[in-house]
């Protein structure tokens, strides 16, 4: 089959185009340009296309713009222009048909009037709003809950950038005292916890159940009461499963971009997946994550009976240390805003439930209780930078 129209060539070197007639080639799947000679009574054949120039076609008030790249070297730009709208679909549909979706409605919006395009192009962008949303919510439900450990494990040996593991047996003993009172009661988890030797008061949870506290928290820490409403709060975010749900996030947008570029290989996809621990160093817990934590540290402090006035009393300095020293603090640490919002949040719910909160700290194991008030003791390994003083263990 072979259709043709009237056009102009435009060769990128001179002002005046050239005039003759494009000729559809379906046999070789080719573009020709046939350019009418001077006196209009022959015509000369000038050069061929077929898709792998990567023309782009757009359309111009009434005409339609198929443009190329002529030369590579000097990136000059070669031009043909027609009238014919149904010529300019079928050169859309033939020649562009092997570039990735995104590419190709792009160019059906730019071939085509605006009116033409308008509720398509409206349709397509809220359907990719809801499924991109969707799938940022829940693509991690679909990631293997095995997984998470081994993503986890990852993250946790890039940690070496904010302070290396040492060890105070007897503190991270005592601290596991208190897992099996946060964990859900059939917990897919097996909760490992790390101190690491910086001079940042905090903890970090990662995917699979290890946890990892800074040994400055434990320095400042008043008392375990403090660090039971803190691992509370990072058991909320493992068994709620937040780092799968922030890397799952991060991913479907990187793949949405990739697939927009043309770059959804396989090679792609697998560099996502070694990335994955390494990213969630960087990736920051969402505000509604950290409430979800927070509201499953209330719920399970009232349970057990532990009060959370401890937690509290750790936000409010914590909060004071960020307005004076939070140039020293890695971006990460931020996630967790030590703000007067939260604070509220754990008193509100601790004025509602108080009942249920004395009536579970009359039942507390006596072991329990008693740790609550003692304060942590540090291994001097522990100690940032040998610049204090621990009690050996």
Not at 90 to 117: C, G, M, P, Q
Not at 182 to 205: K, L, V
Request: charged share 25%; glycine share 4%.
């Amino acid at each position: 089959m072979i259709r043709q129209t009237t056009a102009r060539y435009f060769d990128g070197e001179h002002v005046a185009p050239k005039h003759g007639r494009l000729v559809y080639d379906a046999e070789h799947g080719e573009l020709h340009f046939y350019a009418r000679a001077a006196d209009g009574a022959s015509e000369k054949f000038l050069f061929s296309l077929d898709k792998y120039n990567d023309f782009e076609l757009r359309l111009r008030g009434a005409e339609q713009h198929v443009e190329w790249r002529r030369d590579k070297k000097n990136q000059t730009s070669a031009l043909v222009i027609l009238n014919d709208q149904r010529f300019a679909r079928l050169v859309r549909d033939k020649f562009l048909a092997h570039k990735n979706i995104f590419w190709r409605f792009a160019t059906y919006i730019w071939s085509e009037s605006f009116v033409r395009v308008a509720l398509p192009l409206a349709a397509v962008l809220l359907t990719t709003a809801i499924v991109a949303h969707f799938a940022m919510q829940n693509l991690y439900r679909a990631i293997p809950e095995t997984w998470d450990k081994e993503i986890g494990d990852q993250a946790a040996a890039g940690m070496a950038d904010f302070g290396e593991p040492c060890e105070s047996p007897q503190t991270v003993k005592d601290l596991k005292l208190f897992v099996p009172y946060f964990a859900d009661a059939h917990t897919r988890y097996t909760y490992e916890i790390q101190i690491i030797n910086a001079p940042i008061e905090n903890a970090f949870a990662l995917p699979g159940g290890r946890i990892l506290v800074f040994s400055q928290t434990l320095i400042n820490a008043k008392n375990y009461a403090e660090l039971a409403g803190i691992l509370a709060h990072e058991i909320g975010h493992v068994e709620h499963r937040h780092g799968m749900q922030q890397l799952s996030q991060y991913m479907t947008l990187r793949l949405l971009l990739a697939l927009a570029f043309g770059m959804s290989d396989d090679a792609t996809l697998l560099a996502f997946g070694a990335d994955a621990g390494a990213l969630l160093l960087i990736l920051k817990n969402s505000r509604d994550h950290e409430r979800d934590a927070d509201t499953y540290a209330a719920e399970r402090l009232a349970h057990v009976g532990i009060s959370s006035s401890a937690l509290r009393a750790f936000f409010e300095r914590v909060s004071d240390e960020h307005k004076t020293a939070i140039e020293r603090i890695p971006d990460f640490v931020l996630t967790h805003p030590a703000d007067a919002e939260r604070i509220r949040f754990f008193e509100r719910y601790e004025k509602k439930h108080s009942a249920k909160l004395q009536a579970a700290a009359k039942r507390m194991e006596p072991n329990i209780a008693s740790l609550l008030r003692q304060k942590p003791a540090l291994s001097s390994e522990c100690y940032p930078n040998d610049d204090a003083e621990g009690d050996e263990e």
